[in-house]
C-alpha cells in the first residue's frame, strides 16, 4: 500500500473508461502524458451543455446564447483562480498548447530581427522547437539550444552564459514529456529578465502535475492544453502578461476578434477577445473549467505526493529487472518512466504489452534530440497518474518481464 489521503479506489470509479478490457485484460492505462482519461464528473457537464444550452457565445441577445456566454466565462474565471492569474482577460483560450506557442511566436514576427537570439531548452516537445524555428526563418534571428546532461538536467551553468543583450526569447517546458524533469523555471525566467528577454513556459506537461502559480514565477507566457488535465481535447489555454499580449498582434483575424470592420480598416477587439477569433470551443472551454473543479477537489498537494510515490515505487521495481536502463534521472522528476532494455526495440515491448492491456507510448515522444541525444530511436514511456495503483504498476513489471523473456 502507498500511504495516501486520496481514496483511489473511490476515484477510479469517477473514470467509466477504467472499467474496459483491451485484449480480454482489464485495462492498465500508462498513457496519461500523452492524453489523460475523463471523469464522469466532467462526461456530465458536456452532456449538461449540449442537452440544455448549446448556444454561440457572446452575440445573441436571446437566453440560451446569455447562459453559455456566463458559463463560458466563468469558466474563464477558474482557469484564471487555479493559475493565480491577476486579470481574467490575461487568460486566452486555444485550441491547446501547439496553438499557444504558434499564436506568441506568429506574434513576435515584428519584434525580432537578424542579430536577435532566441533560446530553447534541449529537451522540448517539437511544438516548442518548430513554432520558434520558422520564427527564426521570418526575421533571421538565431536559435540556440540550452543543453542537458545525462541524467535530464538543464545545464544552468551554461544556459547563464548563453544569456546576452541580443536575447530576446527564451522557451522552455515546465516539466519534460519524454523524461519526466521538472525544471528550474523560476530560475530560468529571473535570469532571462535580467537581460530584458521575454520567458514562455511550455506547461502542457507539468499541469497535470503542479499548481503553478503564475503570479509568484513573474512568467510572460504559460501554456496548457485541457487534455492533459483531465479535460477534453481541443481546447487550452494561453497565459500572456495584460503588457505582451496588447504589445502583440492578433493571430487570426475573423468574427468576435473585431471591435469595427470596415473594408478600408478593421480595429479590434479588446482583450482577450482579440485573440479568440471565431467561434470558440465552447462546450471543451466550459468542460476545462469542470476538469480544475475536479482535480481542485482531490487537491494538488495530495496528487503530486501520491503520484511522486507510485513513480519511485515503479522506478525501483523497473530498475530491478536485468538490462533495463531509464533515460530522465533527474532530481526533481515527475511521472514520467522512460526505458529500454538492451537489445530489444521499444515498439516490440509495447507491442506486447498492449496484448496485456497495457498501454504505454513508444517512441521520439515528439522530442527528436532528446532521443539524438541519447543516441536511441526512442523509449517505452510509461506515464503516471493519480487513479493509477501499485497493482497497475506491478502488472507493467511482469508486463516488462514478460516480453524481455519473449523477445530476448
Ligand atoms: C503534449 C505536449 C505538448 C503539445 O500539446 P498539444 O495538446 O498537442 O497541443 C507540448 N509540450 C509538451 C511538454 C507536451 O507534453
Not at 506568429?106 to 513554432?131: R, W
Request: proline share 4%.
Amino acid at each position: 500500500m502507498i500511504e495516501t489521503s486520496l481514496d483511489i479506489a473511490a476515484i477510479r470509479k469517477d473514470f467509466p473508461i477504467l472499467n474496459r478490457e483491451v485484449n480480454g485484460q482489464p485495462l492498465v492505462y500508462l498513457d496519461n502524458a500523452a492524453t489523460s482519461q475523463t471523469p464522469q464528473q466532467v462526461i456530465d457537464v458536456i452532456v449538461d451543455y449540449y442537452h440544455n444550452y448549446n448556444a454561440n457565445i457572446h452575440r445573441g441577445v436571446h437566453r440560451l446564447s446569455q447562459e453559455a456566454t456566463d458559463v463560458y466565462e466563468e469558466a474563464r474565471k477558474k482557469i484564471q483562480k487555479h493559475f493565480n492569474i491577476a486579470k481574467s482577460h490575461e487568460v486566452i483560450f486555444t485550441s491547446g498548447t501547439t496553438h499557444g506557442i504558434n499564436l506568441v511566436a506568429t506574434g513576435f514576427t515584428s519584434f525580432l530581427k537578424k542579430g536577435d537570439e532566441v533560446l530553447v531548452s534541449a529537451m522540448e516537445h517539437h511544438s516548442n522547437i518548430v513554432p520558434w524555428q520558422m520564427l527564426c526563418e521570418r526575421t533571421g534571428a538565431q536559435l540556440k539550444v540550452i543543453p542537458m546532461n545525462l541524467d535530464g538536467e538543464l545545464v544552468m551553468e551554461e544556459y547563464q552564459s548563453l544569456l546576452c543583450e541580443n536575447t530576446k526569447l527564451v522557451f522552455c517546458n515546465h516539466v519534460s514529456n519524454a523524461l519526466g524533469t521538472i525544471n528550474p523555471i523560476k530560475e530560468i525566467i529571473d535570469a532571462a529578465h535580467e537581460v530584458g528577454a521575454a520567458v514562455l513556459i511550455d506547461g502542457a506537461q507539468a499541469a497535470a502535475h503542479i499548481k503553478p502559480d503564475l503570479q509568484a514565477l513573474d512568467v510572460d507566457f504559460y501554456t496548457v492544453s485541457a487534455h492533459k488535465m483531465c479535460g477534453p481535447t481541443g481546447v487550452g489555454m494561453l497565459y500572456g502578461k495584460e503588457e505582451w499580449l496588447k504589445k502583440l498582434p492578433p493571430y487570426q483575424g475573423g468574427g468576435e476578434m473585431i471591435a469595427e470592420v470596415t473594408f478600408e480598416k478593421t480595429t479590434y477587439a479588446d482583450l482577450p477577445h482579440k485573440f479568440e477569433a471565431g467561434t470558440p470551443n465552447i462546450c471543451g472551454g466550459i468542460a476545462f473549467g469542470a476538469a480544475l473543479d475536479y482535480m481542485n477537489h482531490l487537491g494538488f498537494d495530495a496528487i503530486s505526493q501520491y503520484e511522486d510515490e507510485l513513480i519511485q515505487y515503479a522506478t525501483a521495481q523497473l530498475l530491478a529487472i536485468d538490462g533495463l536502463k531509464i533515460y530522465g534521472t533527474a532530481k526533481h522528476k515527475t511521472s514520467v518512466i522512460s526505458f529500454n532494455i538492451e537489445g530489444i526495440h521499444p515498439y516490440d515491448i509495447g507491442t506486447i504489452l498492449d496484448k496485456l492491456g497495457i498501454a504505454v507510448r513508444t517512441g521520439h515522444h515528439c522530442a527528436q534530440p532528446i532521443m539524438d541525444f541519447y543516441k536511441i530511436p526512442g523509449t517505452v514511456r510509461a506515464s503516471f497518474s493519480f487513479y493509477n495503483t501499485k497493482e497497475e504498476v506491478d502488472k507493467l513489471v511482469e508486463g516488462v518481464k514478460r516480453a524481455k523473456s519473449m523477445l530476448q
